[in-house]
């Protein structure tokens, strides 16, 4: 059965800081794969995805995300980190039908001044 | 696009009383999702339509809860006997199948607490 994990609770950056948010899937086909963000009182909202083809994966928001297949890994990265990034973030895996998916218990990202 | 849209936004309840949860997708959406989150984890998934037909419940919806989405547009989510650990945020989600690179959009969520 699939299953994401992302082992990191909570996360704290300094602001101008760089961003890497691990996630590691199990799945038995190709995956496809997802990045969410929730910030409070919001709904989710995809970063962005990989379902094939160049395995580092450009987003919204200056996010970027490269799969690894040998590591079962879908990273999650981004250069400089802005005090507007603090959310909760969630990695997702899925097949071709999206209530294949499921998702990471999240982690929380914390923007320091 | 005016967005997934979900009401009540928090939903306080007694603990043996129904609540009733309603979610309006994206209009030209004819695939519906239904979410529980709760706090410190990620959504799971509950079931799912396709137009008005439910395809699919997770295991995780027991007798007590019951979906409907009558004319493949609207839909509502409700929970009988409500018990303390139903407590939890409810997603709705909505996707155009057919779509190259089918895009879940989820609506704000509808918060229920159980007293």
């Known amino acids: 059965a699939q299953s994401v994990t992302q082992p990191d609770i909570h996360i704290t950056v300094s602001e101008g800081a760089s961003l890497e948010l691990r996630c590691n899937y199990s799945y038995g086909a190709t995956p496809y794969l997802f990045w969410y963000v929730q910030s409070p009182g919001q709904g989710l909202q995809l970063l962005l995805k990989y379902f094939s083809g160049d395995t580092l994966v450009q987003g919204i928001k200056g996010f970027e995300a490269e799969f690894k297949r040998s590591q079962s890994s879908f990273n999650l990265r981004k250069p400089s980190v802005h005090w507007s990034d603090a959310a909760e973030y969630f990695c997702?895996?899925?097949?071709?039908?999206?209530?294949?998916?499921?998702f990471g218990a999240g982690t929380r990202l914390t923007v320091k001044p | 696009d005016t967005g997934v849209s979900q009401d009540p936004r928090h939903k306080i309840t007694k603990r043996g009383q129904n609540v009733t949860f309603r979610c309006d997708p994206i209009?030209?959406?004819?695939?519906l999702y239904w979410y529980r989150q709760t706090l410190g984890q990620g959504p799971e998934f509950l079931t799912y339509?396709?137009?008005?037909?439910?395809?699919?419940k997770s295991r995780l919806l027991s007798d007590r809860f019951s979906a409907e989405r009558p004319k493949g547009s609207f839909s509502t989510l409700e929970i009988q006997r409500t018990e303390q650990g139903d407590s939890a945020m409810y997603l709705c989600?909505?996707?155009?199948?057919?779509?190259?690179?089918?895009?879940?959009?989820f609506g704000s969520g509808t918060q229920l607490s159980v007293l």
């Open positions: 339509f396709q137009n008005e037909a439910q395809l699919e």
């Open positions: 209009s030209e959406h004819n695939r």
């Open positions: 997702a895996v899925g097949g071709n039908n999206n209530n294949d998916m499921r």
């Open positions: 989600a909505s996707s155009l199948v057919g779509v190259p690179n089918e895009k879940l959009f």
